[in-house]
C-alpha cells in the first residue's frame, strides 16, 4: 500500500520513524502523498528538486530545519509551515537541530474537478484557494498542528470509519491553513543564529557570552535588535522557549523540581510562577487539561 514504516524505537519523547500515506491509503483524491516523520533524521538534507504540477506543504511541529526554494534559503522553527508551488527547485538545505518532527503533503494541481472528492463550487472554492495561496512560510495554530496530528493518525486506520473522519478532518485542517495570513518575517542573519542558539540549547543554562558569539553581534546592538524582530528581549524568549519546552513533561506528570532541573531554573517555585503565566493556567491545571484531552482522543479513534 505504499505504507513504510521501519521497525525501530519510540521513546515517549522522542520517537524515530517515518510513515507515508499514498492517494490509495488516504482516499482522498488530488492528495499525492501525506507522511509524518520524527527523529534525528527528519531533516536529513535533499538535493533541489522540483514537483511537477504538485503544490508541497511542510508541517515543521520541533526542531529547526533550513530550506531553499530557487537558491533562496529560509530557515523554518517549530510551529511553522513551509509551502512549494508546482515547478519550483527546492531543497531541504539541513536539520540545525538534533530531533525534528514534520507533517508534509502534496496536492495534485491538475484543476478543480473532484479535487479532494468535491464537487461543484466546494471543489472549485478550495482548488482557487489552494492556487492563490501566495504565502511561503507562516505560523500555525497550536489547535491546527495537533489536528493535522489527528487526521494523520486517523487516515493510518485500518477501520474504515475511522479513515472518513479522517478524511473530513484533514480537509478541514487545509481549508484553515489555505486561510493563513500569520506569514513569517525573516530575521536577519545574526538574529536567525542566535534564535537557532537558544532553541538548541533549550535545556541547559544558556549563557549571554555564547549567545552573543552565536550572533557576532555587540551587546548593546544585539539586545535592540533581538527586541525588535522577536518582539521580547532575550530573557523574556528564553523564559518563554524554555516553559514550551517543558509543556510534555509537565503533561507526563513530572514534579516541578525534576522540570526546574531539567531546564535549568532557579528553583521549582520561580519554574511554577514562571509556567503560569506563560501558558495562563498552573502545572496542576496544565496536567489535568492534558490527561482531558488524551482520553477525549482515545474515545475518538474507538
Not at 7 to 12: C, D, G, K, L
Not at 188 to 206: G, N, V
Not at 208 to 236: H, N, W, Y
Amino acid at each position: 500500500m505504499g505504507l513504510f514504516k521501519p521497525a525501530v524505537s519510540r521513546p515517549e519523547h522522542h520517537p524515530v520513524y517515518r510513515i507515508m500515506l499514498p492517494m490509495e491509503r488516504t482516499g482522498i483524491p488530488a492528495l499525492r502523498t501525506f507522511g509524518h516523520t520524527a527523529g534525528p533524521e527528519a531533516g536529513l538534507p535533499m538535493i533541489e528538486h522540483r514537483h511537477k504540477d504538485k503544490f508541497e506543504f511542510v508541517l515543521l511541529i520541533k526542531g529547526i530545519q533550513q530550506h531553499a526554494v530557487s537558491g533562496v534559503s529560509y530557515t523554518l522553527y517549530g510551529g511553522q509551515a513551509f509551502a512549494v508551488r508546482p515547478n519550483e527547485p527546492h531543497s531541504c538545505v539541513q536539520n540545525c537541530g538534533e530531533y525534528s518532527e514534520l507533517l508534509w503533503f502534496q496536492l495534485d494541481a491538475f484543476g478543480p474537478e473532484g479535487f479532494l472528492g468535491l464537487s461543484g463550487r466546494d471543489a472549485q472554492t478550495l482548488y482557487d484557494l489552494l492556487t492563490g495561496f501566495s504565502a511561503r512560510q507562516f505560523e500555525l495554530s497550536r489547535r491546527l498542528i495537533r489536528l493535522f496530528l489527528e487526521a494523520f493518525e486517523l487516515l493510518s486506520g485500518l477501520d474504515y470509519q475511522m479513515r472518513m473522519k479522517g478524511r473530513a478532518l484533514f480537509l478541514f485542517c487545509l481549508l484553515n491553513l489555505l486561510e493563513s495570513s500569520a506569514v513569517v518575517t525573516a530575521l536577519s542573519d545574526p538574529i536567525d543564529k542566535a534564535k537557532q542558539y537558544i532553541l538548541r540549547h533549550i535545556q541547559e543554562a544558556i549563557d549571554m557570552d555564547e549567545l552573543l558569539l552565536a550572533s557576532g553581534l555587540p551587546m548593546a546592538e544585539f539586545r535592540e535588535e533581538f527586541s525588535a524582530q522577536i518582539g521580547m528581549t532575550p530573557r523574556e524568549f528564553i523564559q518563554v522557549q524554555k516553559v514550551e519546552a517543558s509543556r510534555p513533561l509537565v503533561a507526563a506528570g513530572m514534579t516541578p523540581a525534576d522540570v526546574a532541573y531539567e531546564f535549568h531554573f532557579s528553583s521549582p517555585s520561580y519554574f511554577k510562577l514562571l509556567f503560569k503565566r506563560v501558558m495562563g493556567m498552573s502545572m496542576k491545571q496544565y496536567y489535568r487539561k492534558s490527561q482531558k484531552e488524551k482520553e477525549e482522543k482515545q474515545l475518538l479513534v474507538k
